[in-house]
């Protein structure tokens, strides 16, 4: 049962964010990653170096809904799965693997995240998770990307989760509106 202050996506409070994609060789972003003195765990590093991670030549904008998974209406938790899937039917998309390294761009003023002893197996305090198509059924390949802020220092990282794992109530997710619209080139 949810708690008595919060419902349901679109009727929760939620936050939204307009974020350009694309337009950067992977080398390029990477490089701009580095630049911007954002860290990169082993599993994002992994990610990136993948052949399956690709960038796009066009920019594009993507409009963004970050949630609680008790917001999707799962004040117990639920699996990646049982997310996706109700995200899907609340109207909402996942994202494209690249849209975690320009939003790490992007988002440069995340809330410091608890930088104490982590439980195992389970999101840190204060990461958001960006919902994206999984690249391989590989237990032992990162799922995707999320974004961490520790001691001042902003992190893009990369996690594992297998089919069984099951998400906190209070973990949040990334998740795309209405698809992805090409930037202009303002003549």
């Known amino acids: 049962m949810l708690n008595s202050n919060e419902k349901i996506y679109p009727e929760c ?6 974020v350009e994609v694309g337009g950067l060789t992977k080398w390029e972003l990477i490089e701009k990653l580095k630049k911007t003195s954002i860290l990169i765990n082993e599993f994002g590093e992994r990610l990136l170096a993948d052949d399956k991670f690709t960038t796009s030549e066009t920019k ?5 809904v970050e949630l609680t ?3 999707l209406g799962f004040p117990d938790g639920a699996t990646t799965d049982q997310i996706f899937y ?3 039917e609340l109207g909402l998309e996942l994202c494209p693997i690249e849209l975690g390294p320009y939003l790490r761009l992007d988002y440069l003023d995340q809330p410091e995240g608890s930088s104490g002893k982590l439980p195992k197996h ?3 305090s204060g990461s958001i998770t960006i919902a994206s198509e999984i690249l391989t059924e590989d237990d032992d390949f990162p799922k995707g990307f999320y974004l961490r802020r520790i001691n001042g220092v902003l992190w893009l990282r990369g996690y594992l989760a297998d ?3 099951v998400w ?3 973990d949040h997710f990334i998740f795309c509106q209405n698809g ?8």
Do not use: W
């Open 180 to 187: 992805r619209s090409e930037k202009s080139s303002g003549i």
């Open 168 to 170: 906190n109530p209070e």
């Open 13 to 18: 409070s939620f936050k939204s964010r307009t």
């Open 86 to 88: 109700r995200a899907k």
């Open 163 to 165: 089919h069984l794992h």
């Open 122 to 124: 389970q999101a840190p």
């Open 60 to 64: 594009y904008i993507l409009q963004t």
């Open 69 to 71: 998974v008790e917001n």
